[in-house]
């Protein structure tokens, strides 16, 4: 009887341990689990712009629902950016790596890149948001991605200004542009996604599909005003 007993009261001191040890902070799963240093403050601090509702079937407190998670997910993207965290792109955060792997490929090799020269990704300016809007995302375009599950029934417009200039950062050398928009630039995308909540962040927007809105296929989902309107 006394085998039984000693490992009753060792498997009973081991749970004791385990009940007693801290859970990890906001901060330690926010390093831990995306590689974001330093932790990003919470709320996540987004830009200020208005949102424009143009599906007609969506309230407004979802299109604002919407919105608000792709602002969270562009100001984590450049937090990741100035990190230099690859682990981020691969955590499910803003995009579903498992389905869209390409779709932050170019960040992720920047950051491979400058890491083997024994410098750095920097973000040297970045662009300004100067619009954003939820539209219904047509079916046809939804459909035409090849991935589970499909992006939600409504997408963002995004319209943003340059400049933006990502640059390779070696001590001792001149910088290597990288990806850049220069001042007086500008683009206009429609993004497909999914919205998603991963441990110790709030409510974020995981892209599956981005669409060029001057392209003539998708101008009209963008509900862009014609050429030559104000």
Excluded at 182 to 202: C, F, H, K, M, Q
Aim: net charge negative.
């Amino acid at each position: 009887m006394k085998g039984p007993l000693v490992l009753l009261v060792a498997a009973l001191a081991l749970a004791g341990c385990t009940a007693d040890r801290p859970a990890p902070s906001r901060c330690q799963t926010i390093q831990h689990d995306y590689g974001l240093t330093p932790c990003p403050a919470d709320p996540v601090p987004v830009e200020s712009v208005a949102v424009r509702n143009l599906d007609p079937n969506l309230s407004d407190a979802e299109a604002n629902r919407i919105a608000q998670a792709y602002l969270r997910s562009r100001a984590l993207y450049y937090l990741a950016v100035g990190a230099n965290s690859t682990k981020f792109f691969a955590a499910g955060v803003i995009s579903r790596p498992d389905q869209t792997p390409m779709m932050f490929d170019a960040e992720t090799s920047h950051i491979r890149d400058a890491h083997a020269r024994q410098g750095r990704l920097v973000l040297a300016a970045r662009s300004t948001l100067t619009s954003l809007a939820v539209v219904a995302l047509p079916a046809d375009l939804r459909d035409g991605l090849e991935v589970q599950p499909k992006p939600m029934a409504d997408a963002v417009v995004v319209r943003a200004a340059g400049p933006e200039r990502q640059v390779i950062r070696v001590p001792g050398r001149p910088d290597t542009p990288v990806s850049t928009l220069a001042a007086g630039d500008s683009y206009t995308i429609l993004v497909g996604g999914v919205l998603v909540t991963r441990a110790g962040l709030p409510e974020t927007f995981a892209e599956l599909g981005q669409w060029e809105c001057l392209d003539p296929d998708t101008h009209g989902a963008c509900q862009l005003p014609p050429a030559g309107a104000s």
